[in-house]
Nanobody
Framework: QVQLVESGGGSVQPGESLRLSCAVTGITFSDYVMQWYRQTPGKERERVVY????????VYDDSVKGRFTFSRDNAKNTVYLQMTGLKPEDTGIYYC???????????WGQGTQVTVTT
């Protein structure tokens, strides 16, 4: 059974940090590149960081560049999103996604809520 399970969300104040995790089971982890998306109320889901299929280059959206760090632990089939300097506009549901290197297959987790408020 394929599962992507996010954790680590919560409610923090501006400037604080959170570390999101996404544990993946049921797929050959190396066959997929991983991405993080977020969805805020009234807006479409946006991709905040992704790994390119070729070269595994990590690409950050300008809104999070310099504040968020993506990492991947292949031994644990887990990816992380370290978020620092959080801002109220970072509030939303964060989803991890696995995109096949070889097809259009894309898998999603259930999301974890991040709230940044004073």
């Amino acid at each position: 059974q394929v599962q992507l399970v996010e954790s680590g969300g919560g409610s923090v104040q501006p400037g604080e940090s959170l570390r999101l995790s996404c544990a993946v089971t049921g797929i050959t982890f190396s066959d997929y590149v991983m991405q993080w998306y977020r969805q805020t109320p009234g807006k479409e889901r946006e991709r905040v960081v992704y790994t390119s299929r070729i070269g595994s280059r990590i690409v950050y959206d300008d809104s999070v560049k310099g504040r968020f760090t993506f990492s991947r632990d292949n031994a644990k089939n887990t990816v992380y999103l370290q978020m620092t300097g959080l801002k109220p506009e970072d509030t939303g549901i964060y989803y991890c996604s696995a995109l096949s290197r070889y097809s259009s297959d894309q898998l999603w987790g259930q999301g974890t809520q991040v709230t940044v408020t004073t």
